[in-house]
């Protein structure tokens, strides 16, 4: 049972337009969630993340959004940049993170052409 | 530069032997998490130690897979007897406190023929 899930295989943006990567949850415990980019060859880095008492958590470019009622959380890009094409994965964790456990989604495959 | 190591990075094997995957983590970090990537799954929490001790390892196929940390400076994963559905990329991930800093390494692409 995928407790978090990317529907989203692959996006494909234009350079300087706006990308907007989607995950929905079904645990109602998740608290806490983050975004992990992975280039190929490489281990996923931390991105953003967002705590469940919040709904948008900015940093730079990136913007996470939460919407607990949908269990539903998005990042935004803006402006897309070519270097930004790598895979994205969405993570969730309960219990505001002591265990330190994560689960990850499938992942969405970001390409940005210039 | 503090990172975490893996070896090896790519392994092919037959299947029936044993693979070995060990990674060292970050120095100072306390938690060592071991995640397996599939096309289909994304990434899969296999097991995760705190301060060595195995805290969960539900994600992992008991029968065939093991994980251990001789010590702080090293983790093992274990696949023995190894088949075609292991073939994956491992990722193992050290921490510290807080989600955020949970880095991982670079992976080890395993090949079971």
């Known amino acids: 049972d995928q407790q978090v899930k990317q529907n989203s295989p692959s996006l494909s943006v234009q350079e300087g337009r706006i990308s907007i990567l989607n995950c929905d949850y079904t645990?109602?415990?998740?608290?806490?969630f983050l975004w992990y980019k992975k280039y190929p060859a490489e281990g996923p880095t931390f991105l953003i993340s967002?705590?469940?008492?919040?709904d948008k958590n900015e940093d730079g470019r990136f913007t996470v959004f939460l919407n607990k009622s949908a269990k539903h959380l998005s990042l935004h890009i803006v402006p897309s940049q070519p270097g930004d094409s790598a895979v994205y994965f969405c993570?969730?964790?309960?219990?505001?993170?002591?265990?330190?456990?994560?689960?990850f989604g499938q992942g969405t495959t970001l390409q940005v052409k210039p | 530069d503090a990172r975490v190591t893996q070896t090896p990075r790519h392994k092919v094997t037959e299947m029936g032997q044993e693979v070995t995957m060990r990674c060292q983590p970050i120095?100072?970090?306390?938690?060592v998490f071991w995640y397996r990537q599939t096309m289909m799954q994304g990434l899969e929490l296999l097991a995760y130690?705190?301060?060595?001790?195995?805290?969960?390892d539900s994600g992992m196929p008991k029968d065939r897979f093991s994980a251990e940390m001789p010590d702080a400076t090293l983790a093992t994963l274990k696949i023995q007897p190894s088949e075609p559905r292991d073939s994956a990329v491992y990722f193992c991930?050290?921490?510290?406190?807080?989600?955020?800093?949970?880095?991982f390494g670079p992976g080890t692409r395993l090949l079971v023929l």
């Open positions: 991930a050290s921490g510290g406190y807080g989600l955020e800093t949970q880095y």
């Open positions: 645990n109602s415990m998740f608290d806490y």
């Open positions: 967002i705590s469940s008492i919040k």
């Open positions: 993570a969730a964790s309960a219990g505001s993170g002591n265990t330190g456990k994560l689960i």
């Open positions: 120095l100072g970090h306390n938690t």
């Open positions: 130690f705190r301060n060595r001790a195995p805290l969960d």
